[in-house]
């Protein structure tokens, strides 16, 4: 038995509304997001996005190299153009603001993308001479350590319900397990290189 609205019609139907044909606000989202290829989830989650990876903790920031671009200036681009476009939207056309935001979109996401690729190459160089620097207990220790903060990342993520938390979750858990495999290769190479050598 199909429910009924107020209105008398079913749920999720075209009505017509003086004289013109009125679409489910649902399906109207998903036609822009399938028109403009992004979601209005991560059109709105670009401050979760801005979020840098997470730094080992004897690392301090003025370790990273000083030519990584912040972002800054596309996350302000961006920014403004989602504020202007919550201050001027139209009720005809309530997405609008996903086709007039769109470009400053891709240049955030890029600029993101290319600003964390950056600080995870600081963040392995860094950590190699560090690990490197440490007694074998130690180095036990802090591998152990980025397994425990990988699992966390994972178990977070599969207990969150916002979909753009859980992606950062899911990111911070890999980029637990990209450091924890760059010094266990490296610690593996040096002792097939050592024992090569005996």
């Not at 004289?19 to 401050?47: D, V």
Request: net charge positive; proline share 5%.
């Amino acid at each position: 038995m199909a429910t009924r609205d107020e209105e008398g019609g079913e749920r999720g139907e075209v009505k017509r509304v003086f004289g013109k044909q009125q679409e489910p606000e649902k399906a109207r989202l998903n036609t822009a997001e399938k028109r403009h290829g992004l979601t209005w989830t991560e059109l709105h989650a670009y401050k979760d996005r801005m979020l840098f990876p997470i730094l080992p903790t004897m690392m301090g920031v003025d370790e990273l190299p000083k030519d990584i671009s912040l972002c800054d200036n596309p996350f302000r681009g961006l920014d403004r153009c989602i504020d202007k476009g919550m201050e001027s939207e139209d009720p005809a056309q309530p997405y609008a603001r996903m086709q007039i935001c769109k470009p400053h979109w891709i240049k955030f996401i890029k600029c993101v993308k290319r600003r964390d690729e950056l600080v995870m190459r600081g963040i392995k160089r860094w950590e190699r001479t560090y690990y490197d620097s440490l007694d074998e207990p130690s180095m036990k220790e802090y591998l152990e350590d980025i397994d425990t903060k990988m699992r966390y990342f994972l178990y977070a993520s599969s207990h969150t319900m916002d979909q753009q938390k859980r992606k950062r979750l899911e990111m911070n858990a890999q980029h637990c397990a990209v450091r924890h495999a760059n010094l266990i290769n490296r610690h593996r190479t040096e002792h097939e290189e050592t024992g090569s050598v005996v």
